[in-house]
């Protein structure tokens, strides 16, 4: 005759709780003519500098009151060394992530001068265009409501700041963008990355090209400011 099994209780359940998750943040508005001026507190100024057809070599931003570049290739990461203040090194996918985040999080634009920043984000990234602000689009209605006659031709960023009078405005004396990388990224790969070992002219050069990035950035706010489509 079989043992008897011992009668047990059945074991009890806990009513399982629910897994919280963390809500997406809201959807951002996209702008409006009527919505202009928009406070600057509510904008990240992006500025791209880099070799054609590839991912950008750094970025210019400012936010909330601040300017400062980062690096995104690896190649010129060690130009960190030189000591700028405002520069620093990250990948480029988390800082375009982190820039995303940061404008959907505190509700903010990206602005940029043209769809080239938003290219960037879209081929290295994502799409931005819920968040994303091409500040040639306004501007462009600024002038056919404002000045049609006098509209720079070409339209470019520059042409803006002379019309606009920037005083801080400055004809750079290198010969191009990628010619000052190409010339800086030579020595750091001959040098293994010693930047001590950069010679004067491609040191003095990489600083201009970080002057040159921030007179667009801060050109543009000075523009858009005038078109009293940024209020500080």
Not at 59 to 71: K, L, P, T
Not at 72 to 96: C, E, M, N, T, W
Not at 193 to 215: C, F, H, I, M
């Amino acid at each position: 005759m079989p043992a008897k099994m011992p009668l047990t209780s059945p074991a009890k359940t806990h009513p399982t709780s629910p897994v919280k998750t963390t809500p997406p943040p809201p959807a951002i508005r996209p702008l409006r003519p009527k919505d202009y001026p928009v406070k600057v507190s509510r904008v990240i100024v992006i500025d791209f500098e880099g070799y054609k057809d590839q991912p950008p070599v750094f970025a210019g931003v400012w936010e909330d009151g601040h300017f400062r570049v980062v690096i995104l290739d690896v190649r010129f990461k060690a130009l960190v060394k030189l000591g700028h203040p405002f520069v620093k090194y990250q990948s480029i996918k988390r800082f375009l992530r982190r820039m995303h985040q940061r404008a959907l999080v505190h509700q903010k634009y990206l602005v940029g001068y043209s769809e080239h920043e938003s290219t960037v984000f879209a081929d290295c990234y994502g799409d931005i265009s819920e968040v994303y602000l091409n500040a040639r689009k306004p501007l462009g209605r600024w002038f056919t409501l404002n000045d049609r006659e006098n509209r720079p031709n070409p339209f470019g960023l520059k042409d803006l700041m002379k019309y606009f009078e920037y005083k801080a405005y400055k004809e750079y004396p290198h010969k191009g963008v990628t010619s000052v990388l190409t010339q800086v990224l030579k020595q750091l790969i001959n040098h293994e990355g010693d930047v001590q070992r950069l010679t004067p002219l491609a040191a003095s050069r990489w600083k201009e090209l970080l002057d040159y990035n921030k007179q667009d950035v801060m050109g543009l706010m000075y523009v858009m400011k005038r078109a009293k489509l940024l209020a500080f």
